[in-house]
């Protein structure tokens, strides 16, 4: 991986390999990745290649959907992973995703599989 290009923008270099990013915001995220990445060259199956995420998940994250993950975790992984491979920093996507990552999870009814408390009192054939 090379480091992303010394220019003046949005995105300007501040250390080895990463880019100094304006204050976190959710609608900030997939714009910052897509610009580092094109900025670097790469497409995003170039960046599926580096980071093993499928192109489907990259191009969520860019366009800032997040119904299509499992999990929060993942999300949030995968986001990691690709500003990483794109010299963003880590700890920025975290900050700008936290809060809008947790409120559409949060809003999911849990699928419930018969695993829970209540479930193995009910489950057949005396499964515990």
């Known amino acids: 991986m090379s480091d992303p290009?010394?220019?003046s923008g949005l995105f300007p270099a501040s250390g080895p390999g990463m880019l100094a990013?304006?204050?976190p915001s959710p609608d900030m995220a997939g714009?910052?990745?897509r610009t580092a990445r094109e900025r670097m060259g790469m497409t995003l199956q170039d960046v599926a290649a580096e980071t093993r995420i499928a192109v489907r998940h990259l191009t969520a994250l860019e366009e800032a959907r997040f119904d299509g993950f499992a999990a929060p975790v993942y999300v949030m992984g995968f986001a990691r992973n690709y500003a990483r491979a794109v010299g963003v920093s880590r700890d920025w996507?975290?900050?700008c995703l936290r809060d809008e990552v947790e409120a559409q999870f949060g809003q999911r009814h849990r699928f419930d599989l018969g695993w829970s408390a209540e479930g193995t009192a009910q489950s057949p054939r005396g499964w515990r």
């Open 5 to 7: 290009p010394a220019e």
């Open 21 to 23: 990013m304006p204050t």
């Open 31 to 33: 714009p910052a990745l």
């Open 93 to 95: 996507i975290s900050d």
